[in-house]
């Protein structure tokens, strides 16, 4: 952040505000921690300060500090659009485009507050009065922690706070192994742990919360899945039928694509989940080296993320779509070949 940011920043806060932060749809680690750390932090400030989500948080992130304050724009219809129309001012953490908030989209649109966006996706939109965006970053966590710091208050950083942030910077990092961590990102996480983040806590509320039922539609994930050696693609999908077959829940397919780029020799991994309630395929890629699936995403799925992950979504049938995307592939065989 430039000092003319932090100046502003500062300014926006220096008397008390009604502040409504808001992450993205279907929100991630990141997104609830950043959204809770940065929450934890205005409060303590002195602000009347809500997050505001536009839907539910999968269970593995429930025990956050502060996460059954969340309103749900779904739920808590009324009281969300209440929290959006007073606020005087807005976070918007881990996106960068009103689309990517679903149905909360036209009450940012009509909100009379001052918007300010924390993230480190690529390609910000222009809505905020200041915008913090890096995508060198590897996590909006991390951005959180160093607004905290540029505001000259990283020793106000509570162990709430710290849980938090520290929770988005690891599994956005897919636990510090991703090519966004940098030696940077170990010092604010070992900061954070010297502020009272439980780093063994909390990789276990993450990952060893395993149902029987998701283990199993792992399994028929990785059945499912296709290896593309000619393309060092490998992609998987999954039905309706089989998600319905397995009991999913909200977050249970967190990371099956990263299984993909576990094969030797694979560089773009692919994951198309039906969602029949929605009408869309919602698909996931992930990529290793300089393949970007960014540009996949955006030139042909309406989506977009960082370089190495990023989503996006298709109006076909999960047969349509998956031969969509067989007919793209052959464009980039050079590219992911060599
Ligand atoms: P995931 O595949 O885990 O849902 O998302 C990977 C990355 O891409 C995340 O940083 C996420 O915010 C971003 N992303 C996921 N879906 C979309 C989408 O539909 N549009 C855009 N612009 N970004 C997305
Ligand atoms: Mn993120």
Redesign the pocket.
């Known amino acids: 952040m430039n000092l003319e940011d932090i100046n502003k920043i500062k300014e926006l806060l220096s008397t008390p505000q009604k502040i409504a932060i808001i992450p993205?749809k279907?929100p991630?680690g990141?997104?609830i921690g950043s959204t809770l750390g940065l929450w934890h932090y205005l409060k303590n400030a002195g602000h009347d300060a809500t997050v505001v989500s536009p839907n539910d948080s999968p269970k593995f992130l429930k025990w956050m500090p502060g996460c059954d304050a969340i309103l749900n724009f779904e739920k808590e219809n009324s009281q969300a659009k209440n929290a959006l129309s007073e606020a005087t001012l807005i976070f918007t953490l881990?996106?960068n485009?009103f689309?990517?908030v679903g149905q909360m989209e036209q009450f940012l649109e009509d909100a009379t507050a001052q918007f300010v966006m924390i993230d480190h996706?690529q390609a910000p939109s222009d809505y905020a009065v200041v915008t913090y965006s890096d995508v060198t970053m590897s996590s909006t966590c991390e951005m959180v922690y160093h607004f905290i710091d540029y505001l000259g208050d990283s020793d106000k950083v509570t162990p709430e706070m710290a849980n938090c942030l520290y929770t988005g910077i690891m599994t956005?990092t897919g636990s510090f192994r991703f090519r966004s961590t940098t030696s940077k990102t170990h010092v604010v996480a070992g900061h954070l742990i010297d502020k009272g983040a439980k780093n063994s806590d909390i990789n276990n509320a993450i990952y060893n919360t395993n149902s029987p039922s998701r283990l199993h539609l792992l399994g028929c994930a990785l059945k499912n899945m296709v290896i593309l050696d000619e393309y060092s693609t490998a992609y998987i999908t999954l039905s309706q039928d089989e998600l319905d077959l397995y009991k999913y829940k909200k977050g249970d397919t967190?990371g099956f694509?990263n299984y993909g780029l576990t094969l030797e020799g694979i560089k773009f991994a692919v994951i198309f989940i039906e969602n029949r309630e929605e009408g869309i395929i919602?698909?996931?890629?992930?990529s290793q080296g300089n393949f970007s699936v960014?540009k996949f995403?955006?030139t042909y799925f309406?989506?977009?993320?960082?370089d190495n992950?990023?989503?996006?979504?298709s109006d076909l049938s999960l047969k349509e779509t998956a031969a969509r995307f067989l007919s793209i592939l052959p464009e980039f065989k050079n590219e992911l070949v060599n």
């Open positions: 993205h279907n991630d990141d997104a881990d996106f485009d689309g990517r996706h956005d967190e694509v919602k698909i996931s890629f992930r960014n995403a955006r309406e989506g977009g993320g960082h992950a990023a989503g996006g979504k």
